[in-house]
């Protein structure tokens, strides 16, 4: 019964559309005040304690990182020197988009932000080449979403404290699905854009203008070397590479690329605060809100009905990415990870599945919801951007949402894609 409360007064709050945070708390208080089991202190220490973690630190600094670097021009040098490769071909303003996506989710970590950062530049940009708006806004909107998936990634942090897995190992995990992901989605832009006539630039390969793009990006470019390769090769944990971030990005911005004065500081760490505070408070609730299921041991439950559906690793797999892509309708992706991954996470271990095979493939799922309604929160920042109706945005995702399926196939079915760099 005490289940059955937990999850319908959660569902009903989020009908009435409040919001994910608070809904998630007053689903644990309801629970808490049913259940002779829970006491409403314990509940409240949980919101605490949950985010009293070193690691979660590297969340609110790579948020902020990534505002510093989006204020700091880094995405349009980082189109520019895209466009240079790749702008001559048919379709090349959309395959350099996703391109300048891939490298800004390197450093942004966050689907919103690398949507905000490179739309704000690439879809007038594409427009005015001669790009159908909800084309150009469908691109952006679902290469955006690679924000989690290419490392540095905040739900892989979350998904590695929920899990006790190495955020390390998650970071270097997600950058063979990323890119496969990215090639993806390139590769659609180019059919889709033969058909409809969408040519190149025009202008021939430069060997010249290539070296002077790539001089005014290196400091951009040398943002995801240093942090990963930091991580990677024992120099500092996942939270101080995010902490070396922030100052790297704040020199590069101030003295180097001289786009970002030092009064619009207080600006930046503004908005970096309120992102970092809306999903602590989400981590919080998430955490007491998972506390309850597992006390009342319900992961144990679902664990074993999963299991008696089946014992077929590929069948149960394919009801989990079909339970995820559902919750990612509804559910904030920080959120969901931290409640589902102690849910599932023992069905994957009791099926043999590599938790950080696992991780990545639940990643790369709930990642898909930013472009699925009602929460979809990249479709709301891309109708901003371009002025689009929802619904016609919506329209324009779709083939990028089988695009998207067809990627999270290739990587839930072969483990190594993942597995290799590590």
């Known amino acids: 019964m005490t289940s059955f409360i937990l999850f319908g007064s959660f569902f009903l709050f989020m009908i009435l559309s409040i919001p994910i945070a608070i809904s998630l708390g007053l689903a644990g208080l309801i629970a808490a005040l049913y259940s002779p089991n829970i006491s409403i202190t314990f509940l409240a220490q949980g919101l605490v304690t949950s985010t009293d973690n070193f690691a979660l630190m590297a969340i609110p600094f790579f948020v902020l990182a990534g505002e510093i670097m989006g204020k700091g021009g880094i995405s349009n040098r980082l189109f520019n020197l895209a466009n240079v490769f790749v702008g001559r071909f ?27 950062a490179v739309g704000g530049i690439m879809i007038p940009a594409m427009v005015a080449q001669g790009y159908d708006r909800k084309f150009a806004t469908a691109v952006i909107v679902t290469a955006g979403s690679m924000g989690i998936i290419i490392p540095p990634s905040i739900p892989m942090v979350l998904y590695g404290i929920s899990g006790n897995q190495s955020i390390g190992d998650l970071f270097m995990g997600g950058i063979i699905p990323g ?43 040398l943002v995801p070397i240093i942090i990963l390769g930091g991580i990677y090769g024992g120099i500092f944990t996942p939270t101080e590479a995010a902490v070396f971030g922030v ?38 609730t998430a955490n007491a809100f998972g506390t309850i299921l ?63 095979h696992f ?7 709930l990642s898909i919801g930013f472009i699925t309604p009602p929460l979809g929160v990249n479709l709301f920042v891309g109708a901003g951007i371009s002025g689009l109706s929802m619904p016609t945005l919506v329209r324009g995702v779709v083939p990028f949402f089988f695009i998207m399926l067809v990627g999270l196939t290739v990587i839930a079915i072969i483990p190594q894609l993942t597995l290799l760099l590590l």
């Open 90 to 116: 048919t379709g090349g303003f959309a395959i350099a988009a996703v391109i300048t996506c891939m490298f800004f989710s390197a450093i942004s970590g966050s689907g919103p932000a690398t949507v905000a």
């Open 179 to 221: 890119i496969l992901i990215g090639i993806f989605l390139i590769s659609w832009c180019y059919f889709y854009s033969k058909k409809k006539g969408y040519s190149g630039s025009g202008e021939s390969f430069s060997f010249k203008r290539m070296l002077h793009v790539l001089n005014q990006a290196k400091w951009s470019l």
């Open 247 to 284: 100052v790297y990005a704040a020199f590069v911005s101030l003295f180097l690329h001289k786009e970002v004065k030092i009064t619009q500081f207080r600006r930046i760490i503004a908005d970096a605060a309120m992102s970092s505070v809306a999903i602590l408070i989400i981590i919080g």
């Open 294 to 356: 597992t006390m009342e041991k319900i992961p144990q439950a679902i664990a074993e009905a999963f299991l008696s559906l089946s014992q077929n690793s590929i069948v149960i797999i394919l009801l989990i990415i079909i339970m995820l892509l559902m919750i990612g309708c509804f559910i904030d992706t920080s959120a969901a990870v931290i409640i589902f991954t102690p849910i599932l996470f023992p069905v994957a271990i009791q099926l043999g599945l590599d938790p950080i």
């Open 359 to 365: 991780g990545i493939i639940m990643i790369v799922t």
